[in-house]
C-alpha cells in the first residue's frame, strides 16, 4: 500500500516536497514513480527511481526543478519540487513496479498506485 502525502496550494516560483510512504517490508526491491494528472489531461510520468536509489528519471519538463529520492529503511519515496509553475498543477501519484523493461515511463508497467495528493500553483 502506498500513501502520498504534501500537496497543497503554492505560489508559482516557491517549493514542495511530496512523500510517499509504503507498507510492506519489501519496498527496497520496488522501483518507485512519481506520475501526474492534470485536469482534462492525462496522466503522465513524472519521474522515477531505482530500488538502490543510484538511478533517477525524470520527465524533460521538470528536469532541473524536480528531485526525487527515496529513504529505503522508511519505505518512503521523496519529489522534492522546486521552482513551480502553473502547469505543474495536478494530482501526483506515486507508483511501484517489481521490473525494469528499458523505460520508466508507462504507467501500466507499475503495479501498486498511491491514492494521489493536490499540488495547486498559483500564479
Known amino acids: 500500500q502506498l500513501q502520498a502525502s504534501g500537496g497543497r496550494l503554492v505560489q508559482a516560483g516557491g517549493s514542495l516536497r511530496l512523500s510517499c510512504a509504503a507498507s510492506g517490508r519489501t519496498f527496497s526491491t520496488y522501483i518507485m514513480g512519481w506520475f501526474r494528472q492534470a485536469p482534462g489531461k492525462e496522466r503522465e510520468f513524472v519521474s522515477a527511481?531505482?530500488?538502490?536509489?543510484?538511478?533517477?528519471y525524470y520527465a524533460d519538463s521538470v528536469k532541473g526543478r524536480f528531485t526525487i529520492s527515496r529513504d529505503n529503511a522508511k519505505s518512503t519515496v521523496y519529489l522534492q519540487m522546486n521552482s513551480l509553475k502553473s502547469e505543474d498543477t495536478a494530482v501526483y501519484y506515486c507508483?511501484?513496479?517489481?521490473?525494469?523493461?528499458?523505460?520508466?515511463?508507462?504507467?501500466?508497467?507499475?503495479?501498486?498506485w498511491g491514492q494521489g495528493t493536490q499540488v495547486t500553483v498559483s500564479s
Open positions: 507508483a511501484a513496479r517489481t521490473y525494469y523493461s528499458g523505460s520508466y515511463y508507462y504507467e501500466d508497467e507499475y503495479a501498486y
Open positions: 527511481i531505482s530500488r538502490s536509489g543510484v538511478n533517477t
